[in-house]
């Protein structure tokens, strides 16, 4: 149980716009392909999550900013802070596009009305800092995504095998980047860490979280694609209409509308409160930085939710999962002499 209950803030922070996207990606290369790009991608970000561990273990759960300027001077905490702005304004920006394009599917109101409302209610939430409705959001999200399943394993019936002999591999970057940002949870990792108090339950717990999020993901992929083939829209829950009419359009629409809107405020609390705590900055200030950019880039018209995904996982995910931990990684082996930089490794030991 308590390696379930850190699995918990790694599967929390993770469970959002790429649970959406990755079904109508993998349909674009086929399941296969898919499926071991995905089992890739996620043992990669794995091994880097681990890498953060370590070093967090080290400085006592010191976020994963102050972790990178430490090993690698102010550039280095500067990198990792542009990677995260990247991934999280990418991330703010799809779920706007999703907002509107869920809202819009189940009201009278076009894309960019319904966006404005959805990014409005979010917004107002952020601003006030309601904080306390975010502590549901993990149990909110994960009913979300059981239901989800649930449609979707019951789908299994109409499904098409000859779906699963598909394959086309001119798009596998773009999945490979709707991936990266599928199972980016690295921001967490000093908050396990510090809720389980020592290096190897927190590792327990991550590769749990890891394990279950692949899993989750196979199901989808493989009951999406065989059912829907390339007709798997690019928020794959609208597919259930074509199987469930009415009913289906509902759920199809509302069950992604509630998990791009919990996730929406999450996100914008979190870049909200690092402008406060790392930055200085007023509340309104940072309220304002944070919630205006994504909705001046959707208005200009930057709407394609998977191809923002896709953007926010191949630049920004890239920085703060891959290039920045493998840099500290590498300074640390050529520094582990230093006391400052390696200390002990006897309670860390894999």
Do not use: C
Not at 32 to 51: E, F, Q
Not at 188 to 216: H, T
Not at 328 to 342: L, N
């Amino acid at each position: 149980m308590d390696e379930l209950r850190g699995a918990s803030l790694i599967i929390g922070s993770i469970i959002g716009a790429g649970v959406l996207g990755i079904p109508y990606a993998a349909a674009q290369i086929g399941l296969i392909p898919s499926l071991i790009l995905t089992l890739i991608v996620g043992a990669l970000l794995y091994a880097t999550s681990i890498i953060l561990l370590r070093f967090s273990a080290k400085k006592d759960g010191s976020q994963i900013v102050t972790l990178a300027k430490d090993l690698l001077g102010r550039p280095g905490g500067y990198l990792m802070m542009a990677g995260m702005m990247i991934y999280i304004y990418g991330a703010l920006l799809a779920y706007t596009s999703a907002g509107g394009d869920t809202l819009a599917a189940i009201t009278p109101l076009s894309q960019v009305p319904a966006a404005i409302i959805f990014w409005a209610v979010a917004a107002f939430v952020i601003y006030q800092g309601l904080e306390a409705s975010i502590k549901t959001e993990f149990v909110l999200v994960i009913g979300i995504i059981l239901l989800f399943l649930v449609v979707a394993l019951t789908s299994l019936p109409e499904a098409d095998f000859a779906n699963a002999t598909f394959t086309d591999m001119g798009a596998w970057q773009a999945f490979v980047g709707v991936a990266l940002f599928a199972f980016v949870g690295h921001a967490m990792v000093p908050d396990v860490y510090r809720s389980m108090g020592d290096y190897e339950s927190a590792k327990r717990s991550i590769r749990l979280a890891f394990v279950l999020i692949f899993a989750l993901y196979a199901i989808l992929t493989i009951s999406f694609v065989l059912v829907f083939g390339k007709g798997v829209p690019q928020i794959a829950p609208q597919a259930f209409e074509q199987i469930y009419g009415t009913v289906g359009l509902i759920i199809g629409n509302v069950l992604p509308f509630v998990t791009v809107m919990t996730s929406f405020i999450g996100f914008g609390l979190a870049q909200k409160n690092n402008y406060v705590d790392y930055n200085g900055l007023p509340s309104t200030v940072a309220w304002g930085l944070t919630v205006v950019p994504p909705l001046a880039l959707f208005l200009l018209g930057y709407r394609n939710f998977v191809g923002t995904l896709q953007i926010a996982g191949n630049v920004g995910a890239v920085i703060m999962t891959l290039i920045v931990p493998f840099a500290m990684y590498g300074v640390w082996q050529a520094k582990g002499s230093d006391p400052a930089i390696a200390e002990s490794s006897s309670s860390t030991s894999d």
